[in-house]
């Protein structure tokens, strides 16, 4: 798999990584078998960059991925994970030193490792990104060994854009997709002038861009899909890129519609965000060993050709614009 540089961490990681909130919640039931057949399948597929998080199933995800890390010491991979989701209420005045050592000292047990690759600050709320102490307390973090960098996982242009202006930040995390358009035009430039790296999230719109949804799809009742669309558990952004479903299908039809022969749309869609100049890594999620394997194959697709990307910015133009671009 092609590699590149994570940013700031100087770490090189394949262009497609594995996104564990799955494995954790929020999809409905993953059993610990099935958990770990995903995470073989990805790193056999050459996966060398695994995303969770301490909330993920209340630590259940970063459990699972350090018991796989114990098993595979000889793996080589690099683990990011976020805090900051554990603050109740999950205000800007939660984001202090002892919050951060004792959020990480639960993140390194759950994850058996003395020092995390990547500590990224779990979307919180706005004024954060702007707080000079905040920063001095993650540099106190990789000054004490307990992470070697940190990064910020964020919700809007402009909260990305406050981060990476800030030195030590090595990473950021945003939604990018086909029906999420935005960074593109000023945070993935900015990034690469600072040399920060851009871990796309949420990259099949929470499986819209699969293709495999219509009008009639419903989901489990402990799958975000079903209690999350109207964000009443957490940013609706974070649910189908906040696209509306009905919306969301439609287009997602025509996005099929360009799938080249041999390729599915969920790999069509990944390709797209790894042709994008800046991008990192992409980061989705799999249920199953069979997705894994697949999301890892869009990395050796051919880069889209420019009739194909004109046809899905104008699906983007006529069908989803409207409903995200001047909200994130």
Not at 50 to 69: K, N
Not at 227 to 249: I, K, S
Not at 306 to 324: C, F, K, P, S
């Amino acid at each position: 798999m092609e590699q590149r540089v994570l940013g700031r961490t100087g770490r090189s990681v394949g262009v497609v990584g594995l996104g564990c909130w799955q494995l954790g919640g929020d999809w409905g039931s993953v059993p610990d078998d099935d958990a770990f057949a995903v995470l073989d399948a990805a790193v056999g597929a050459g996966v060398t960059f695994l995303d969770t998080a301490d909330v993920y199933g209340d630590g259940r995800s970063e459990r699972l991925v350090g018991r796989y890390l114990a098993a595979h010491p000889d793996a080589d991979l690099t683990v990011a994970t976020k805090m900051g989701r554990r603050a109740d209420p999950h205000v800007a005045e939660a984001y202090t030193l002892d919050a951060f050592r004792a959020w990480n000292d639960r993140s390194r047990q759950n994850l058996g490792v003395d020092t995390i690759d990547l500590v990224q600050l779990h979307c919180p709320p706005t004024p954060v990104y702007s707080r000079d102490d905040v920063y001095d307390a993650l540099d106190t973090l990789v000054d004490e060994g307990r992470i070697a960098a940190y990064g910020v996982s964020v919700e809007t242009v402009d909260e990305a854009l406050t981060a990476i202006a800030r030195p030590n930040v090595a990473s950021i995390q945003i939604i990018l997709n086909i029906f999420r358009r935005k960074p593109l035009e000023r945070v993935l430039p900015a990034a690469a002038e600072a040399g920060v790296g851009i871990i796309a999230r949420v990259p099949l719109a929470s499986g819209l861009l699969s293709g495999k949804y219509d009008e009639h799809t419903t989901f489990a009742a402990d799958d975000h899909r079903t209690y999350n669309r109207h964000g009443e558990a957490f940013d609706v952004g974070e649910t189908f890129a906040g696209v509306p479903f009905d919306a969301g299908v439609a287009a997602a039809r025509e996005v099929a519609a360009l799938t080249p022969a041999g390729a599915t749309t969920a790999q069509l869609a990944l390709r797209w965000i790894i042709d994008q100049p800046g991008v990192s890594v992409v980061i989705p999620g799999a249920r199953n060993a069979d997705q894994a394997r697949a999301n890892a194959a869009a990395a050796d697709l051919a880069p889209i050709d420019g009739r194909t990307q004109d046809a899905l910015a104008a699906i983007y133009d006529e069908r989803i614009r409207e409903h995200v671009h001047d909200r994130w």
